[in-house]
């Protein structure tokens, strides 16, 4: 008997209904890169894993069938063969009659072709694996790599805003790996592909070593300009406008909420506001190093200055000078003559940080700064064809 469309749903309504089923808050259908190499503990290390399409409280029917074939009715992580992806297939097939496009679908179908061909160089096939990925609740802590990936997927498509999703212990959980143009790599292997890349001809670069990838390799989000790839990790938060130039820099779980330029350093869980210009060289702290707990964020319209620096949390509209560098114990004078630390003043909007020239002190004037970016920086629109 044919399977007609209101069949997929009643049985995605059963596989729900079974003990022990779970809708994950997040999902995702991915293909994992491994290492040739077994890791101290057996089996082979955790690469990276690419997600096509990422699920936030969505696409339910679908991961109710994968999950079914998967064997994954709660949440956490399953390894899917061919026959566990043809029996999804074969599940989904009414939906491809619809009338709808299912990016989960196109998915599915694009990773079962690549399990189907095995990635290669020279004799050494590289292993690679499709996962189901499904995580419980954001606020949980991840449990692997393959978790940590999803998380980081779900910031750079916008699904999560930095600081929303727990990414506690991630250094613990991700692999150092060898970023290269025969794709990710563990760094014990990179000499002996190096080795079977000269042997047949072909151009072998490593692009980087280190925990996490270019984000745009994984994720290249709509109306953003991003001027070199290595300088945007994967769990970046770029939102629609944001230009980011040569040497700007944005990690992951931080970045942009609205149209901003970066030529500066956005540094780990550092949120900026729409407007916003971090000029040439200017550096925002992160928590990942030196034992600091404040997260760092800077208001709308704003403006740092090229080569300053920031170290407490800033409202709308304000400034810091070129070349100064503000830190919470920065003791700062007022317009009535008060000094007081620069951790009083945090959050607070309409300010101008500046250096007295003749005495060197730290100054700051209450006053709304109007910067306003150059909208023609900002357009990702493109030109008209040609005649």
Known sequence: ???TH???LARAGEIEARAGYVRAAA???????????????GGRRILDTWFPVVNRDEAHVIAAILSEAAG????GVAYLGQEQLAAAQAALEPLR??????PNLEALDALANALAHPRRVGPVELPRA???VKIRDLAERPHDAHDVYLRLHLLSHRKVKPHGANLDNIFALLNTVAWTSAGPLDVEDVERIRLLAAAQGVHFTVHGVDKFPRMVDYVTPSGVRI???AQVRLGAYLAEGTTVMPAGFV???AGTLGKAMVEGRISAGVTVGAGTDIGGGASIMGTLSGGGTIVISVGEHCLLGANSGLGIPLGDHCTVESGLYVTAGSKVRLPDGTVVKAAELAGRSDLLFRRNSQTGAIEVLFKKNEIRLNEALHTTANAPPAP
């Open 1 to 3: 008997m044919t399977t």
């Open 6 to 8: 209101p069949q997929v």
């Open 27 to 41: 999902w995702g259908l991915g293909l994992a890169h491994l290492s040739t190499v077994a890791a101290s503990g």
């Open 72 to 75: 994954l009715l709660g949440c």
């Open 97 to 102: 009659h619809d009338g709808h496009r299912h």
């Open 130 to 132: 499709v996962v189901l």
């Open 227 to 229: 001027a070199s790839a």
């Open 251 to 253: 990690n992951f779980n």
